[in-house]
């Protein structure tokens, strides 16, 4: 009993230290777990294979750096998959800095392609207005999007010049972290365009999509970290969030370990009253 | 290690902050309260350069689009509580505010959110693989206990009550399932810190 009693008032420093340790030391001497394959990852990566050549994704970074840790790793490998199938790749964000954390992703993915910005992608920034902004954006994407991210007349771009509305969108990929994100996608855009959506999110966020995947206005879902790492196994880029995977199994073998001793500790507090 | 004045900054001011874990110190303040006015004077810029001089004043000034005069003015009503005698007057923007997000919302939600999603519950339990067979009576079963819980106009007693109580185990289900997603979102973000010092910083993977 002495040795729960110990548990019972251990500092909390010593555990945060210990997840501390069992991030750090996987990402030094990576284990190589592996990797499985979850439905909706594979649903979204089928439908990009599905996809023919020059067909036009439009790539929604509705995030920013709070959420950069979890959703920048799906961008890229999102975009690495687009570019690698010679389709049309068309940013924006919902969230201000979202487009520019989006554009880091398409400066590094983008040239080891060879793919020429006006043609193969374009970059129109951050468009503000929510649910009256997707509407209208499904309706006429001349009324929302006038310029690109520098400010460069869209007209003058060959792939602006291709997306005139919803119809010229075969794929929407939303890289959501919250509101506006993927609901209003789904709401304000599948449903009244019936253009395709996908989407990668927090992974906090992601049970909430499982209904939204179930009734079909979701191909398929990119949940968190583990998401990312799934799909850089599909498209064999093994990079950050595979990198990470490692860190996140051992953490979620010490927190089931926490939640054991933390409930023993409470049976036996329970026994002495 | 990394010779970028942006990573250093950037991987001292996570330090500082993760120095909190330890206990509060004034590197942790020093980080708090830069991040609040950075925040602050971000949002300003984009409030400026994104919402209000694109949408507002870029098209009064340099295209002559005088139609903007109208939702200037009426965004200028939002600030007559200031003065006491034309306080009423912010009745015309929110009433606006009101009616357009209302027409917006309730239509498409339904159109968007109610009808599928009811839409999906329909599903059929004959002709189809067992597997398939437990999951669709799962969502119908738990869809109708989660709803007769949150029936508030008979006591939840017999038939009513049995379903009640399968309705709470349906969501505390759920909510274990957005608790374990929880942690791992978390724990996400602290895995992309310490990648962050690890790789862009130290060098040392």
Request: glycine residues 8%; contains cysteine; hydrophobic residues 50%.
């Amino acid at each position: 009993m002495k040795f729960i009693d110990r548990l019972e008032h251990l500092d909390r420093r010593i555990i945060f230290l210990l997840v501390g340790i069992a991030v750090i030391i996987p990402m030094l001497i990576p284990l190589g777990l592996p990797v499985d394959i979850s439905k909706p990852v594979k649903d979204v990566y089928d439908k990009v294979e599905s996809l023919s050549e020059g067909s036009i994704v439009v790539v929604s970074a509705d995030y920013d750096p709070g959420s950069e840790a979890e959703l920048y790793p799906a961008t890229e490998a999102f975009l690495e998959h687009c570019f690698r199938r010679n389709l049309r790749v068309f940013m924006l964000g919902l969230w201000p800095a979202g487009s520019n954390l989006g554009n880091l992703a398409l400066e590094e993915i983008a040239p080891q392609y060879n793919k020429v910005y006006g043609l193969d992608y374009i970059n129109v920034g951050y468009r503000p207005g929510g649910p009256v902004m997707l509407v209208s954006l499904g309706r006429n994407v001349a009324d929302i999007v006038r310029t690109d991210y520098t400010g460069t007349p869209i007209d003058s771009f060959p792939l602006g010049r291709a997306v005139k509305s919803a119809r010229d969108i075969d794929l929407v990929m939303t890289l959501s972290a919250g509101d506006p994100g993927v609901l209003h996608w789904i709401i304000y855009f599948n449903a009244r365009y019936g253009t395709p959506i996908a989407c990668a999110t927090t992974a906090i966020m992601a049970p909430q999509q499982y209904p939204y995947i179930s009734s079909g206005q979701l191909i398929g879902l990119l949940g968190g970290l583990k998401g990312a790492a799934e799909y850089e196994t599909l498209v064999e880029r093994k990079a950050r969030a595979v990198a990470g995977m490692d860190s996140q199994s051992i953490v979620h073998v010490l927190l089931v370990i926490f939640i054991v001793i933390g409930n023993i500790i409470l049976f036996s507090q329970r026994r002495k009253k | 290690m990394s010779w970028n004045v942006g990573v250093w900054i950037a991987s001292l001011l996570t330090l500082a902050i993760y120095s909190f874990l330890y206990k509060d110190n004034p590197f942790y303040k020093v980080a708090e309260n830069i991040f609040v006015g950075v925040s602050a004077g971000y949002w300003a810029v984009v409030l400026w350069f994104d919402f209000t001089w694109p949408n507002l004043f870029e098209p009064l000034i340099n295209r002559g689009n005088v139609i903007s005069l109208i939702p200037i003015i009426v965004g200028l009503m939002m600030f007559a509580p200031l003065i006491p005698k034309i306080s009423w007057l912010v009745r015309i923007p929110l009433t606006f505010t009101m009616g357009v997000a209302m027409a917006l919302v309730v239509t498409q939600r339904i159109q968007g959110e109610i009808f599928p999603q009811l839409q999906a519950t329909f599903l059929p339990l004959a002709g189809v693989s067992p597997g398939v067979l437990i999951s669709n009576l799962l969502i119908i079963i738990g869809v109708i206990a989660t709803l007769i819980y949150f029936y508030f106009s008979k006591e939840h007693k017999g038939v009513l009550g049995f379903g009640a109580k399968l309705g709470i185990w349906f969501m505390m289900i759920a909510f274990g399932a957005s608790f374990g997603y929880t942690v791992m979102a978390r724990i996400s973000l602290l895995i992309g810190r310490v990648y962050f010092l690890l790789h862009n910083w130290l060098g040392i993977i």
